[in-house]
C-alpha cells in the first residue's frame, strides 16, 4: 500500500522560506516521478512542480518558477520542495503526488500560510 505523508507547512511572512518534505512508506521512490500540486481556498488543485525518475528533469509552473525548488532523495524515498521569497498567494494546501501502477496516489496535504 502506498502512503505519502508530507510535512513542513506552516505560517511565514512575505519573503520568507520554508521547506517542505513528502515522505513514501513502504517502498523506494526512485522508479517515478514526484510531483508537487496545491490548492487554494474556493480554487482547483493546481500542479506546480515536478521532478522526473531516471534522470531528476525539473519542470515548473509560471508562478513559482525561480522562487521553488524540487528535489528527491531516492535513497530516504523522500520528495522536497525548498520554497523561497514566499508571497501571499502562495498560501494554499501542499500535496505531493506520484503514479505508480496507473494510480494516482496523495498524501493529507501540509498548510502553508504566507501573511504579514
Known amino acids: 500500500q502506498v502512503q505519502l505523508v508530507e510535512s513542513g507547512g506552516g505560517w511565514v511572512q512575505p519573503g520568507g522560506s520554508l521547506r517542505l518534505s513528502c515522505v513514501a512508506s513502504?517502498?523506494?521512490?526512485?522508479?517515478?516521478?514526484m510531483r508537487w500540486y496545491r490548492q487554494a481556498p474556493g480554487k482547483e488543485r493546481e500542479w506546480i512542480a515536478s521532478m522526473s525518475s531516471v534522470f531528476g528533469v525539473t519542470d515548473y509552473d509560471d508562478s513559482v518558477k525561480g522562487r521553488f525548488t524540487i528535489s528527491r532523495d531516492n535513497a530516504r524515498s523522500t520528495a522536497y520542495l525548498q520554497m523561497n521569497k514566499l508571497k501571499p498567494e502562495d498560501t494554499a494546501r501542499y500535496y505531493c503526488?506520484?503514479?505508480?501502477?496507473?494510480?494516482?496516489?496523495w498524501g493529507q496535504g501540509t498548510q502553508v500560510t504566507v501573511s504579514s
Open positions: 513502504t517502498f523506494t521512490i526512485s522508479a517515478y516521478a
Open positions: 503526488n506520484m503514479i505508480k501502477d496507473s494510480v494516482n496516489y
